[in-house]
């Protein structure tokens, strides 16, 4: 019986110190996502997705004492802050770059309205 009790603490630690690398992912992703490191920040989210489905896998695996759940539970809080910040950041970026498509839009809609009127500049140039 005491074999069973070591092996499901150590489920249980593993399934903890996964959350606590998750954890630890979101928080540099964060700093990533406020220093606008985006190329940076999707290479982390690669890794934060793998973690994600281990964390799945064990889920389904361990059972936690009330002690792992309390501990999941705030882990998964302090992940969820760092989520929060992350999604309003990447907000901000998708509406920065919507704005940056517009402008550019305009000005190719601009550069075919006109650019056929201007006709070319050097077709007028005698030949040498």
Same mark, same amino acid.
């Not at 998750?22 to 990533?32: E, F, G, K």
């Not at 498509?101 to 550069?111: A, P, T, W």
């Given at each position: 019986m005491a074999a069973i009790d070591t092996a499901h603490a150590d489920n249980q630690q593993i399934l $903890? #110190? %996964?959350?606590? #690398? *998750? *954890? &630890?992912? =979101?928080? @540099?992703? @964060? &700093? $990533? =996502? &406020? %220093? #606008? @490191?985006?190329p940076e920040l999707i290479e982390q989210r690669t890794h934060y997705v793998v973690l994600v489905d281990k964390l799945r896998e064990l889920d389904e695996r361990v059972e936690l004492d009330d002690a792992g759940k309390a501990q999941k539970a705030d882990l998964l809080e302090r992940i969820l802050e760092h989520d929060v910040e992350i999604r309003r950041r990447l907000v901000t970026r998708r509406d920065e770059l919507g704005k940056l498509i517009g402008v550019s839009r305009k000005q190719r809609d601009l550069h075919r309205a006109y650019a056929p009127q201007q006709g070319d500049p050097f077709q007028d140039e005698p030949a040498p």
């Amino acid at each position: 019986m005491a074999a069973i009790d070591t092996a499901h603490a150590d489920n249980q630690q593993i399934l $903890l #110190e %996964t959350y606590g #690398e *998750l *954890l &630890s992912r =979101a928080a @540099q992703m @964060q &700093s $990533l =996502a &406020s %220093t #606008e @490191q985006w190329p940076e920040l999707i290479e982390q989210r690669t890794h934060y997705v793998v973690l994600v489905d281990k964390l799945r896998e064990l889920d389904e695996r361990v059972e936690l004492d009330d002690a792992g759940k309390a501990q999941k539970a705030d882990l998964l809080e302090r992940i969820l802050e760092h989520d929060v910040e992350i999604r309003r950041r990447l907000v901000t970026r998708r509406d920065e770059l919507g704005k940056l498509i517009g402008v550019s839009r305009k000005q190719r809609d601009l550069h075919r309205a006109y650019a056929p009127q201007q006709g070319d500049p050097f077709q007028d140039e005698p030949a040498p």
